[in-house]
């Protein structure tokens, strides 16, 4: 399902630069509370890609949506009592989650989604066999050019290590839109191999 289905022409601009700020800032301060029911601690980013600011093209290149991945290591234990309170936390935020179980015990999957709801194409949480539990979020479709936005973001920056984390990242730490090119905030003292 896709946001871009309208008559309206798409903003350009300051109008598609604050659109996409604030379903940028809406998003991720709801996948942060996600993110918060089960630790305010670090999360792993994984790759630049997952960070979730870089506008994608969506609609046949007629619109943007941002995309997102999270990882958390934890106790397998606990996974059915995560997944509750997930679900809870969605159900209480006025969504309708679906919850299914994929395999058998203990090798199972067991996965929480929404989908088309809240400006989500999908909101999905993992827990998996070995402990992780996984959040992937996708926005809908948003009207505006993701390249047009991607350059009013980044500038001229092509490879954005140093300017988006890549490595960690709490669901407390401040949210922030766009990057100041020549002012890496995220330079680690030793590079990565």
Known sequence: MTGCDTAE???TGEALRADAEQ?????REFVNGVQSVLSTGPWIVGQLGDYGMQPGSCDDGNGYQFN????????LADREQHADAIEQYLTDAGLTPSRRTLGDAPDSLVQIAVADERGFE???IEFGKNGNAL?????????GNAHELSD??????VFLGG????????????LFFG???GDPQFVRETPSP
């Open 179 to 181: 990057i100041t090119p």
């Open 9 to 11: 022409p798409a903003p």
């Open 122 to 124: 999908l909101l999905l």
């Open 23 to 27: 379903t940028y800032m809406d998003y």
């Open 68 to 75: 997102l991945g999270r990882r958390l290591e934890m106790d």
């Open 152 to 157: 009013m973001l980044f500038g001229d920056e």
């Open 135 to 143: 959040v992937s979020a996708a926005t809908t479709c948003r009207p």
């Open 163 to 174: 300017y988006l984390p890549t490595d960690v990242e709490s669901p407390t730490d401040p």
